[in-house]
């Protein structure tokens, strides 16, 4: 019982907690790959913990080992009496009832919102084998509209789309930083990112760090992309190409060069910050490795305890 209360409120701490930390934090963008894990290590943490509370109630329910041996029945029987606290089958029922209900919930969220953006991606490409002819080869397209506009689709059909618009906006440089910016978007698969937490905000609508991960992980996709194109051409050039593209829509299925938070993109382009040193980056790997880890830690702990008893010899 006591490391299912540990988890629930671990978990419960996390939600409150963990969204004014993240948004506080100066270094995410300055390293929003880190960022962008520290994201989904935050929410991953929150349901590991909930999955993994359900399931320690479960554990009292074990029976004994049966035909093995004495020494295996009695570390059963310890790590039962370590687990226990809740009445039985009532919490077993409960435990395992509410972790699967939770998986169940979530992982029907995401495969929905994937199976819309499959069939999304998969209608506009139809669209565009009517319309839009090869710029360069068959992965980039331009379509014919006045509107400068240039996104993606991802995918195993994936392409970069650019409107004449574009063409007559951009010159060169601006449109190989564009170019470039849309294949760190491919190259990353940000739109699967972008899609479990848009699935995770919709299962949880009323939860703030579900809705401020969708932000955020749009975000932070979009300023990953941007450093990748700074990586290739002067920081200047892919600002001044970004507000070029800015103005047209994009479909929802894919991922525009003008994204989300623009002027703060340009602003940080123009402006950039120093990198986090090596050792900053090794704290926060390790942040992001103990959200992962301490789920799994406050549940296996009493099992560890009652393996390291004198009554459970196995340690």
Not at 23 to 41: E, H, Y
Not at 112 to 138: E, M, N
Not at 139 to 163: F, K, M, N, Q, W
Not at 238 to 243: F, I, S, T, W
């Amino acid at each position: 019982m006591t490391a299912a209360v540990a988890l629930l409120a671990y978990a419960t701490a996390l939600l409150f907690v963990g969204p004014r930390l993240l948004k506080r934090v100066d270094w995410i963008d300055r390293a929003p790959r880190l960022g962008l894990a520290m994201w989904q290590a935050a929410i991953s943490s929150v349901l590991l913990s909930l999955i993994l509370g359900g399931l320690v109630l479960a554990v009292p329910a074990i029976r004994d080992a049966g035909g093995l041996t004495h020494v295996l029945d009695a570390c059963v029987n310890a790590m039962r009496d370590h687990y226990s606290g809740v009445s039985q089958p009532v919490g077993a029922i409960t435990g395992l009832l509410s972790s699967a209900g939770l998986v169940l919930w979530t992982s029907g969220h995401v495969v929905a919102t994937l199976a819309r953006a499959w069939w999304s991606r998969r209608g506009h490409l139809g669209a565009l084998a009517l319309v839009a002819r090869p710029l360069s080869g068959k992965d980039i397209v331009v379509v014919e509209h006045a509107v400068p506009v240039a996104y993606c689709i991802p995918g195993r059909h994936s392409r970069i789309v650019l409107t004449t618009g574009a063409l007559e906006r951009l010159d060169d440089a601006q449109l190989s930083a564009v170019l470039e910016h849309e294949k760190a978007h491919l190259r990353g698969r940000h739109d699967l990112a972008r899609n479990v937490a848009v699935a995770l905000a919709r299962a949880f609508p009323r939860v703030r760090l579900f809705r401020d991960a969708r932000l955020e992980i749009a975000r932070l996709i979009e300023l990953i992309a941007d450093d990748s194109a700074a990586r290739h051409h002067d920081r200047t050039i892919v600002a001044a190409a970004l507000v070029s593209v800015a103005t047209g829509p994009v479909p929802a299925s894919a991922l525009g060069a003008g994204g989300t938070a623009l002027l703060t993109r340009v602003r940080r382009l123009l402006r950039p910050a120093r990198p986090l040193s090596r050792v900053a980056r090794g704290i926060n790997a390790m942040g992001i490795a103990l959200l992962l880890a301490l789920p799994i830690g406050l549940a296996l702990n009493p099992a560890v305890v009652a393996i390291f008893e004198r009554h459970c010899p196995v340690g």
